[in-house]
T-cell receptor
Framework: SQQGEEDPQALSIQEGENATMNCSYK?????LQWYRQNSGRGLVHLIL?????REKHSGRLRVTLDTSKKSSSLLITASRAADTASYFC?????????????FGTGTQLKVEL | DTGVSQNPRHKITKRGQNVTFRCDPI?????LYWYRQTLGQGPEFLTY????????KSRLLSDRFSAERPKGSFSTLEIQRTEQGDSAMYLC???????????FGSGTRLTVV
């Protein structure tokens, strides 16, 4: 089953613009991770944020976490055509099944030249 | 580190046939996961192993599905009496116990005709 939803389902922007994706989840978590998936390929780990963290940066990526609202956002700054992919958030639960990732429904990002 | 390898990349089978997929994880990763992903959805957890022990199975894993990791290295996922609803991408991932990031393979795309 899916942990929650991502918003928007699809996003189309111009190269150089920023892209923001939001993720909501349902249960208490140990950590939240973001993954990228190019069409028909496996997933690539981008960034992880622990439940006691509020913001994390990695290169052009910025992720925030609000555990009170059970939500997270991923910001990609200065987007490039190569960023075109599907982006998924995934959570590891705090208890009872915390040894696996539960994924959201994903955001399809298209970056146009 | 050669990554997670999955074979075959694509499999087309007739309804009712049995199929088997193989996953070779990163050698020092003792945890191995199987996920299923249908078009437009996020990956859904099927099962995971710690070494050779299968520690959790999803309700998605019906009696027709069986997974093994006999020597704690590679794993196989078998689907018996395939149905059209089994058509999906089957993803394998591995990680070291205590580490957070999961490494995914490129997946096996199954089409049941």
């Amino acid at each position: 089953s899916q942990q929650g939803e991502e918003d928007p389902q699809a996003l189309s922007i111009q190269e150089g613009e920023n892209a923001t994706m939001n993720c909501s989840y349902k249960t208490s978590i140990n950590n939240l991770q973001w993954y990228r998936q190019n069409s028909g390929r496996g997933l690539v780990h981008l960034i992880l944020i622990r439940s006691n963290e509020r913001e994390k940066h990695s290169g052009r990526l910025r992720v925030t976490l609000d555990t009170s609202k059970k939500s997270s956002s991923l910001l990609i700054t200065a987007s490039r055509a190569a960023d075109t992919a599907s982006y998924f958030c995934a959570t590891e639960a705090l208890t009872g099944g915390g040894n696996k990732l539960t994924f959201g429904t994903g955001t399809q990002l298209k970056v146009e030249l | 580190d050669t990554g997670v390898s999955q074979n075959p990349r694509h499999k087309i089978t007739k309804r009712g046939q049995n199929v088997t997929f193989r996953c070779d994880p990163i050698s020092e990763h003792n945890r191995l996961y199987w996920y299923r992903q249908t078009l437009g959805q996020g990956p859904e957890f099927l099962t995971y192993f710690q070494n050779e022990a299968q520690l959790e199975k999803s309700r998605l894993l019906s009696d027709r599905f069986s997974a093994e990791r006999p020597k704690g290295s590679f794993s196989t996922l078998e689907i018996q009496r395939t149905e059209q609803g089994d058509s999906a991408m089957y993803l394998c991932a591995s990680r070291r116990q205590g580490a957070y990031g999961y490494t995914f393979g490129s997946g096996t795309r199954l089409t049941v005709v």
